[in-house]
Structure formats: structure tokens, C-alpha cells
């Protein structure tokens, strides 16, 4: 059974940072791509960061410079470094994994991010 599991999301002042953990179980993690998404109530899902298997990254336009996306094969985990955070990064933040190949698609159930003084 393959299971994401979230943590490190809270409550943290703008101008804070925050590490965000993403721990999969049941799945051979060097073969999937990993993203991380949030979510605000109301509004879709939007993609964050992602990361290939060749540890390659890509940023939405929102976070460039502030955030960072990594990877540990060994340890089965995803990261996200989240630096200079604003109020506006307040969500939801999800996990997922992509095959690179299939269609094997799975999601965590997310942890929130709360900016706020």
C-alpha cells in the first residue's frame, strides 16, 4: 500500500520559513516524480514545486527564489524549503507522486501552512 505522509507544515510570521517533509512508503520512489501542490479553500490546486527523478527542479513564478525542492532517494522523502514566507502562502500543502513512465498517480493528505503575525 502506498502511503505519502506529510509533515511540517504550522503556524510561522511572515518573513519565516518552514521545512516541509513528504515521506512515501510502498512505491520504488527513484521512479516517480515528486510535486508539491497547494491548496486554498475556494480555489484550485495549484503546483508548487516539482522534482524529476534526476533530481531536476522547476518553480512556480510565485516561489522562485523562496523556495527550494529536494529529494533524498535513500531516504524516500521530499523536501520543500520555504523561505521569506508571506501571508499569502497560507494553504494546504500536498504531496504527489507521478510515475515517470505510468500511470501510477498518488497524493498525500496534505499539511497546513499558516503565515500569519
Known amino acids: 500500500q502506498v502511503q505519502l505522509v506529510e509533515s511540517g507544515g504550522g503556524l510561522v510570521q511572515p518573513g519565516g520559513s518552514l521545512r516541509l517533509s513528504c515521506a512515501a512508503s510502498?512505491?520504488?520512489?527513484?521512479?516517480?516524480?515528486m510535486i508539491w501542490y497547494r491548496q486554498v479553500p475556494g480555489k484550485q490546486r495549484e503546483l508548487v514545486a516539482i522534482?524529476?527523478?534526476?533530481?531536476?527542479?522547476n518553480y512556480a513564478d510565485f516561489v522562485q527564489g523562496r523556495f527550494t525542492i529536494s529529494r533524498d532517494n535513500a531516504k524516500s522523502t521530499v523536501y520543500l524549503q520555504m523561505n521569506s514566507l508571506k501571508p499569502e502562502d497560507t494553504a494546504v500543502y500536498y504531496c504527489?507522486?507521478?510515475?515517470?513512465?505510468?500511470?501510477?498517480?498518488?497524493w498525500g493528505q496534505g499539511t497546513q501552512v499558516t503565515v500569519s503575525s
Open positions: 510502498g512505491l520504488i520512489f527513484s521512479s516517480y516524480v
Open positions: 522534482i524529476t527523478r534526476f533530481a531536476t527542479t
Open positions: 504527489n507522486a507521478r510515475h515517470y513512465r505510468d500511470s501510477d498517480d498518488f
